[in-house]
């Protein structure tokens, strides 16, 4: 059986905490897209961690992490992530790499840094991570794929010849930055390659005859479906899909193998980076101590440390995000945090040139769009430690219950603080 959980929002909705929480029962769990780009924070019987490549499972002794096709492998960030975890304590996660991941080089993380720089005020709010330059490789068909590690030399050499001749031109002339050096690029992959060579396998092949063992396999997502390359707010969107359609191509597994679709959905919204955001509370002062009480510890960005900026819960981006993902289950993260609030403001619609629609627009008319704001009462207490649906105050199943009938799909899960443990199950009213 294949589960997905992917973000509904923006990125940064608890997924880490979700998916850690459904690891304890899954035999495998996969990352299928992005890069170290973006991270999860999941808090557990070991500590708190933040990891940006290694699979959410990399806590339970008996699940196996994969780094599918789809990922942009960063070859050390990956090794430092493992001996981090088990320097704090963590058993040896089990870890395999898809051969045709592909890497990113540390050119990648230049050229991201450079085309920031060169963009200025313009620029795209990356994390320069080389994600972009990255994928835009890939496409072009000029990347470098875990199983070239194996070429013979000469052709190895060759491939980073061709390939450094174009970006050579772009480095000294459009960037005034030094070249990429043929062999020192070699020795890199030549280093990359004793890394990670006891975890390479055919992943595809591995998932299919685990498929067919019955095993439980969790694809984890990354961002949400609003920095979904194609369906998102683009081009502040991220340069890989983050709907579960693209978990079966990011691993290579049959689409129809995926039969559940956890879509995680925060109690209020954030998000980082330029980009629409019409929920957004412009109100700094309202913004920042929502903020601060936001997540565990704060809403500042678990790979930059960037405060994010802060919204209301959009119930028209919330429905879109659901819809592209599939989603089969809502899980509905970080209600506790809103427990201190007399009244909670909702986005239910969308004014667009004086008509209110409660479908998720394209870019340019989203830049028009002014929220539709109507207010719920707060229930004013705190509602962690709480595990049965029927103690919740009443004002907090009504904010579940006004939310789940405005998205659309049912909320079966509520989650009410970072642990893993802090989780409600819920039966829909839908
Ligand atoms: P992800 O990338 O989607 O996993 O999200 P992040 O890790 O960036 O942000 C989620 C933050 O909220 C983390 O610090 C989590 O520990 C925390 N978190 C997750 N679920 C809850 C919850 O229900 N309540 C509270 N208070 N914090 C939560």
Redesign the pocket.
């Given at each position: 059986m294949v589960k997905a959980v992917v973000?509904a929002n923006w990125?940064?909705?608890?997924?880490?905490?979700i998916t850690d929480l459904l690891a304890g029962d899954a035999d495998i769990v996969v990352r299928f897209q992005g890069g170290a780009n973006?991270?999860?924070?999941?808090?557990n019987r070991y500590g708190k961690f933040a990891l940006h490549t290694l699979p959410s499972g990399a806590f339970n002794e008996n699940t196996v992490n994969i780094i599918g096709n789809g990922v942009a492998l960063n070859v050390p960030i990956l090794m430092g992530e493992i001996d981090d975890i088990v320097s704090k304590g963590v058993p040896k996660p089990k870890i395999l790499i898809s051969e045709r991941a592909q890497l990113i080089m540390p050119y990648h993380i230049k050229f991201d840094e450079y085309e920031e720089e060169r963009l200025a005020g313009k620029s795209f709010g990356s994390t320069k991570s080389g994600i972009a330059p990255f994928y835009s490789d890939k496409f072009a068909k000029i990347g470098f794929q875990v199983s070239d590690l194996w070429d013979d030399k000469e052709d190895l050499l060759d491939k980073i010849k061709g390939i450094t001749v174009q970006k050579n031109v772009l480095l000294e002339d459009l960037y005034h930055k030094p070249p990429i050096d043929v062999n020192e690029t070699y020795e890199t992959l030549m280093k990359y390659k004793e890394m990670i060579e006891p975890y390479v396998c055919d992943v595809s092949l591995y998932l299919d005859e685990a498929i067919r063992a019955g095993k439980t396999i969790l694809l984890e997502g990354?961002l949400g479906t609003l920095k979904d390359c194609d369906h998102g707010i683009y081009p502040m969107v991220t340069s890989s899909n983050t709907i579960a359609a693209y978990g079966a191509v990011g691993c290579g597994i049959p689409p129809y193998e995926i039969k559940q679709i956890i879509s995680?959905c925060k109690a209020y919204s954030s998000a980082v980076g330029a980009g629409e955001f019409v929920s957004e509370i412009l109100d700094e002062d309202v913004a920042d101590e929502l903020r601060r009480r936001g997540?565990?510890?704060g809403e500042y960005g678990?790979t930059t440390g960037r405060p994010r900026r802060m919204g209301w819960f959009d119930c028209v981006a919330s429905r879109y995000g659901c819809r592209l993902q599939g989603t089969t289950d809502v899980a509905f993260?970080?209600?506790?945090?809103l427990g201190y609030l007399d009244e909670i403001p909702v986005c239910t619609g969308y004014e667009i040139d004086g008509k209110v629609t409660t479908d998720f627009p394209v870019t340019r008319l989203l830049k028009k769009a002014k929220p539709v704001l109507e207010t719920l009462p707060g229930w004013k207490c705190d509602i962690t430690g709480i595990r049965n649906y029927e103690d919740l105050p009443e004002n907090c199943k009504n904010y579940i219950s006004f939310i789940e009938k405005k998205i659309g799909y049912p909320i079966t899960m509520v989650?009410?603080?970072?642990g893993r443990d802090?989780i409600i199950y819920r039966k829909s009213e839908l």
């Open positions: 973000g990125g940064d909705e608890g997924k880490g905490k973006a991270g999860h924070t999941i808090k990354q995680v997540g565990d510890g678990a993260t970080v209600l506790d945090v989650s009410n603080g970072p802090d």
